[in-house]
């Protein structure tokens, strides 16, 4: 069964950058199928996806974030990261990375997300 | 961006009770809708993907339908564990989450 385990600062400056890695475990994420995913909910809030990056790598990044977020996977190490810059007091939430997986064969719509880490809380504070 | 409003913000039932959620959409999904359940403290878990297939290990008392703007999400029986938050989310169009409904116990 895949796992996944988000892993970096808890604590971010404003006007720095967020940095998260997920480390996926019992799977690998070349897998075709499944995209690998960043999601976060402002606390008491609703979800809002941040973007996701295939199994071949290619990133798919939310418009109202994309001037900010930046996608990346190291299939060496399997795990994938975000990057958000620059944050201000407002990107205070809990992350979570997710997979999705595919439904269709095309990829392009449809499907969930079935595997989640457990989340982290990222505080935007001076 | 497509918008997801869920309604009712909150629904008050009793176990044992059936529970109707709905989630309508800004604009067609299709048949890309998918159903989460959130319990304080927990990333959410998958129930429902494309209106009407259910993950696996979820129970055959959680069903979905629907179509291209509305949507539902309907607990036959509600057992004590199914009084969580539950969400929607669309991925015909990007992917965007509904607000949310609280099932709490009345």
């Known amino acids: 069964q895949v796992q996944l385990q988000e892993s970096g600062p808890r604590l971010v400056r404003p006007s720095q950058t967020l940095s998260l890695t997920c480390t996926v475990s019992?799977?690998?994420?070349?897998?075709?199928?499944?995209?690998w995913t960043w999601i976060r909910q402002h606390p008491g809030k609703e979800l809002e996806w941040i973007g996701y990056?295939?199994?071949?790598?290619?990133?798919y990044i939310s418009p109202s974030l994309e001037s900010r977020v930046a996608l990346a996977s190291d299939t060496s190490q399997n795990r994938f990261s975000l990057q958000l810059s620059p944050v201000t007091a407002a990107d205070t939430a809990f992350y979570y990375c997710?997979?999705?997986?595919?439904?269709?064969?095309?990829?392009?719509?449809?499907?969930?997300?079935?595997?989640w880490g457990h989340g982290t809380l990222v505080t935007v504070s001076s | 961006e497509i918008v997801l409003t869920q309604s009712p913000a909150t629904l008050s039932l009793s176990p044992g009770e059936r529970a109707t959620l709905s989630c309508t959409a800004s604009?067609?999904?299709?048949?890309?809708l998918a159903w989460y359940q959130q319990k304080p403290g927990q990333a959410p878990r998958l129930l429902i993907y494309?209106?009407?297939k259910r993950a696996t290990g979820t129970p055959a008392r959680f069903s979905g339908s629907g179509s291209g703007t509305d949507f539902t999400l309907t607990i036959s029986t509600l057992e004590p564990e199914d009084f969580a938050v539950y969400y929607c989310?669309?991925?015909?169009?990007?992917?965007?989450f509904g607000g949310g409904t609280k099932v709490q116990i009345k």
């Open positions: 997710a997979r999705m997986f595919c439904s269709g064969s095309s990829c392009s719509r449809g499907g969930g997300f079935d595997s």
């Open positions: 019992g799977g690998s994420i070349s897998s075709a199928g499944y995209f």
């Open positions: 990056i295939s199994y071949s790598g290619t990133p």
């Open positions: 604009e067609t999904v299709n048949s890309y």
């Open positions: 494309d209106t009407f």
């Open positions: 989310q669309q991925r015909n169009s990007w992917v965007t």
